[in-house]
């Protein structure tokens, strides 16, 4: 077998990322995305594949630069119809006959396409469809900007930037997405024979993906149709709405949120994930499964003593976080299937569709990014994940648990690196909780000598670190460092009370927990130099990396990624419209004490700690402003800080970006830390280079 080698930030390049799956109505074929980088492009490819649940060798069905996604399957199993951008490279549904020819076009729209699902008689299509703002949008009408802007479209050209933004919402702008069109997501239906679209609902209102009823009478979809919805981010309800058109009905008007429906076999009953707390903005209290009639009556939460989120909140930089998954009703409509973050993994759950206590299905530690069902077969289809797997397509016995691997895109890749498993261990608090972290080594780790170690932080704050593969934590071992990772409170995956201890403490119980981390790592782990610790974070993340160099000087080095500095900026310069008074106990543009206490900014003169600050021009999450802050701060008293840029990205950089810009991230990072703590080169490597070097080489 040929020898490993260690993995780099080239890497990147060759990683196969698996975003979805589409279980068969029969249950005999699973079609699942795979996402690729174009390197000579400097951009994203995305194909679907086919493979058979009892195993067969995968088949790909889509080709060309293009990126292909949201498969959904025809209630015959005939055909798949999907979104591609591969007509002016604007978002189309085509459908694709698996018994072979060409894709057809069913669509000629412009604007975000998503959520496909067929009818139960297969003769059409609904989704859920947002308009772009027509070419003149932003000119004043009549003028040479508007009427060049109208012929840059009919030529099918690029329209230059608008005038102006005239804005009067309170939701304007989103991460990823940049500043939001004046049209909202509407629940649309396509006649597949006649190609033509009927739109179901309208309003200044944004509309889930709807599913259909079992006899193809009604669609159920997701929705805050409030007055002033963007008052309440809080709020989101299940509605019934006629599969020909007419008006909504709320099934779920009791406060707090719902969305994920999915409808029972025998149509009598919606399953959907939701909670009852609409003072909940930020991620603390747990999503249950719910079920309501479609005749209405009050909902039923089913797992009421459960002590976890049904939602996947691994943090990885695989991929953003997506929709959430649906509860998944088994074919004699007994038991339904959900997932649910839990102690470092992502597991699935089953419970009795009468309500009780849930039965975790799967053991060990992994994480399911997503998970298929169809109506007459009992095994699942899903997306497994771990620390040594970047993205299995598998068939998921509910009975047992067993995972049987079906196509294993990165398999070819982790054969030739040395990908490395963390060691998992526990601290037991003083105040009764205990933290689950992880130590990955370098290849080869010796022992007998001494080595750095870099501690990384999870963004959210409610998400968790776990079973995931994560390339940037192996391109960090790879080049010399211990990497550990951890759940500090605060964390989601280990109940509400622990998720819940830093409301309004942000900097308090989080930093005691990673200090205590740290510590016990030293313990542990007596090759590591306590006169060589890096520490490093995005977003949450870099926000506990500026607060922990602003509360002590044990690190010698630091990457901010990201990061917040000032919480009342965060909270009025970002992308949130939500009430701030539950999370930090009062509203941002007063004088809180609070706030005062909690932003890293407030410590900026005890930074002594060499920084580097990353951040993204086009960051709507965490506005700029928050690095321009900390690098003007820190110039102006002469400390050791450098800051870069990425223009045109968003907050998903490390996840998402442009290719080339992720991989500048990791070599500035890498080279930041390699400069301040130098690790000895791994065996078969050699030393990084100065950042200018190595940067010239990524181009």
């Known amino acids: 077998m040929p020898e490993r080698r260690p993995v780099s930030p080239e890497d990147l390049f060759q990683l196969r990322f698996v975003d979805s799956i589409a279980l068969s109505p029969d249950g005999t074929r699973v079609v699942y995305q795979v996402r690729t980088i174009a390197s000579e492009r400097d951009a994203y490819e995305s194909h679907l594949w086919l493979v058979p649940v009892r195993g067969g060798e995968p088949r790909r069905l889509t080709f060309g630069e293009h990126k292909n996604g949201s498969a959904a399957w025809s209630p015959d199993g005939r055909w798949i119809a999907f979104v591609s951008d591969r007509r002016d490279k604007k978002a189309q549904i085509y459908r694709l006959s698996l018994e072979g020819g060409e894709a057809e076009r069913l669509t000629d729209l412009d604007g975000d396409i998503g959520g496909l699902a067929w009818s139960p008689d297969g003769e059409k299509i609904s989704f859920a469809y947002r308009a772009a703002d027509p070419p003149e949008t932003g000119h004043l009408p009549g003028s040479v900007a508007a009427k060049k802007a109208a012929e840059a479209k009919a030529e099918k050209k690029e329209p230059k930037p608008p005038t102006f933004l005239h804005i009067t919402r309170l939701h304007y702008k989103e991460d990823g997405q940049g500043f939001l069109p004046k049209s909202r997501f509407q629940i649309h239906v396509l006649d597949v024979a006649t190609r033509e679209t009927k ?41 019934l709405i006629p599969a020909e058109g007419g008006e909504p009905r709320n099934l779920t008007p009791e406060p707090g949120m719902a969305f994920a429906p999915a409808w029972s076999k025998d149509g009598s009953r919606i399953a959907y994930m939701g909670n009852t707390d609409e003072e909940d903005a930020w991620g603390v209290k747990n999503f249950h499964v719910w079920t309501v009639s479609p005749s209405g009556g009050s909902a039923r939460n089913l797992t009421p003593g459960f002590d976890r989120s049904g939602l996947d909140l691994m943090g990885t930089d695989l991929r953003d976080f997506h929709e959430p998954t649906a509860p998944i009703w088994s074919p004699d409509d007994g038991a339904l299937y959900f997932i649910a973050s839990d102690q ?28 298929q069902g169809s109506r007459s077969a009992p095994d699942l289809a899903v997306i497994r994940c771990g620390h040594m797997d970047a993205g299995t397509v598998a068939r998921l016995d509910p009975a047992s648990g067993a995972i049987t691997p079906l196509a294993q895109p990165n398999r070819e890749l982790f054969d030739a690196l040395e990908v490395g498993e963390p060691e998992e261990f526990w601290i ?22 001494k080595h750095p170690m ?177 690098y003007t701060a820190l110039k102006l008293m002469r400390r050791e800080v450098e800051m870069v840029l990425f223009p045109g990205e968003s907050h998903g950089l490390s996840r998402g970006g442009m290719p080339s810009r992720r991989l500048a991230r990791l070599h500035f990072m890498r080279e930041w830390l390699v400069r301040h703590l130098k690790p000895e080169p791994v065996s078969g490597t050699k030393k990084p280079a100065a950042a200018e070097p190595a940067l010239a080489r990524a181009k």
């Open 199 to 239: 739109a179901l609902t309208s309003g200044e209102w944004d509309h889930g993906a709807p599913v259909w009823s079992p006899d193809g009478k009604w669609l159920a979809f997701a929705a805050n149709r409030l007055p002033d919805a963007d008052y309440h981010n809080t709020v989101m309800d299940i509605w």
């Open 344 to 371: 470092g993994s992502t597991h699935l759950y089953a419970v009795s569709s009468n309500g009780g206590t849930p039965r975790r299905v799967t053991s060990g530690a992994l994480a399911l990014f997503a998970v």
């Open 454 to 630: 870099v501690l990384e932080i999870h963004g959210g704050p409610r998400i968790q670190y776990g079973a995931c593969f994560f390339h940037e934590f192996q391109v960090l071992a790879s080049a010399g460092f211990y990497v550990l990772f951890s759940n500090p409170r605060g964390a989601q995956g280990y109940g509400e009370e622990f998720t819940r201890a830093i409301v309004q403490n942000w900097g308090g119980p989080d930093y005691e927990d990673l200090m205590r981390v740290v510590d016990e790592a030293l313990r542990r782990y007596p090759e590591i130099d306590p006169d060589r610790l890096g520490v490093t974070g995005g977003s949450y993340g870099g926000y506990m990396t500026n607060w922990i160099t602003g509360h002590t000087d044990r690190f010698k080095a630091a990457v901010t990624q990201r990061s917040v500095v000032t919480l009342r900026t965060l909270l009025l310069g970002g992308d949130f419209s939500d009430d701030s008074v539950p999370e930090f106990g009062d509203q941002p543009w007063r004088e809180s004490e609070g706030f005062r206490r909690m932003s890293p900014l407030t410590y900026v003169e005890r930074i002594k700690t060499p920084l580097l600050i990353t951040h993204s021009l086009e960051d709507h999450r965490c506005p700029i402003v928050e690095a321009e802050q900390l």
């Open 428 to 449: 037991d608090a003083p105040e009764g909780h205990r933290i689950q972290c992880w130590m990955l080594k370098p290849p080869g780790a010796d022992r007998r000598r």
